[in-house]
C-alpha cells in the first residue's frame, strides 16, 4: 500500500488531544499531520525496510549507551514540532538536557521538540519529493544534523542548519561512512551493514 495523505479543512481541524486520540485509535498505522493540515498515513515497512530501521536504530543505541549524552527514539515515535506538524522520524536522538525539561505528561505523550538528530530511510512506498521536504522541515524546526538515506538510488543527504544540503552520491557496494560531527561526538555510521540487509 502507498502512502495516503487527506486535507483535514482548518474549520474542522485537529487539537494536539484529538489528534493523539486518532493515533492511539489507529495503532495499525503511522500516522503524521504537517502545518498545513494534511494527515498522513502511512503504512507499515517491508521486510527489508524493517532490518535497516533496526541496524540504524541499534548502532544509535549502542553509541548513546556508552556515551550517555540523550535519548534514542526508534520509528514510532511522534514529535510535535514547533510548526505544530506532527512527524515520526525512522530514528532520533534528542540531548539529554532537553529531554529531562519535559514534563513527565509531554514525555508520556508526543514530546513538544524537535529532536537534535533525526534519520529518514527511504523505503518502497516513500517519495523522495517528500522526504526532501520533511527533511528541510526537521531542520527549520531545530534539527542539528540529519541523514536522509536512499538505498534505491543510492544516495546520502546531510541537513545541516544554514547550510546547503550536502549529498553523497555512491556505489551500494561501497558505501560511505558517515559522521555525527559535533552533534552526535565520536558515532560513526558505516552504511555497508545497513545497505545489505
Known amino acids: 500500500m502507498d502512502t495516503l495523505t487527506l486535507n483535514v479543512p482548518p474549520t474542522v481541524g485537529l487539537t494536539d488531544e484529538q489528534f493523539y ?3 492511539v485509535a489507529n495503532e495499525q498505522w503511522c500516522l503524521e499531520l504537517t502545518a498545513d493540515g494534511e494527515l498522513i498515513i502511512m503504512p507499515p515497512t517491508g521486510g527489508e525496510s524493517g532490518i535497516r530501521n533496526a541496524d540504524l536504530t541499534t548502532n544509535l543505541t549502542l553509541w548513546n549507551r ?3 549524552l540523550g535519548k534514542v527514539f526508534d520509528s514510532s515515535t511522534e514529535f510535535r514540532l514547533p510548526n505544530n506538524a506532527k512527524r515520526c522520524p525512522d530514528v532520533s536522538w534528542v540531548i539529554l ?39 528541510l522541515e526537521y531542520r527549520d524546526n531545530g534539527a542539528r544534523l540529519g541523514w536522509l538515506i536512499d538505498p534505491q538510488t543510492p544516495l546520502v543527504e546531510i541537513y545541516r542548519p544554514t547550510v546547503d544540503v550536502e549529498q553523497i552520491n ?11 560531527e559535533d552533534v ?14
Open 97 to 135: 538536557q532537553r529531554w529531562e525539561a519535559l514534563s513527565p505528561e509531554q514525555r508520556r505523550r508526543f514530546p513538544p521538540l524537535c529532536p537534535d538528530f533525526v534519520i529518514e530511510l527511504r523505503s518502497e512506498s516513500d517519495s523522495l519529493k517528500d522526504l526532501r521536504a520533511k527533511m
Open 21 to 23: 486520540q486518532l493515533c
Open 66 to 68: 556508552q556515551t550517555r
Open 170 to 180: 555512491f556505489s551500494i557496494d561501497e558505501p560511505p561512512t558517515l559522521s555525527g
Open 184 to 197: 552526535l561526538p565520536g558515532f560513526v555510521l558505516d552504511l555497508t551493514v545497513i545497505l545489505n540487509p
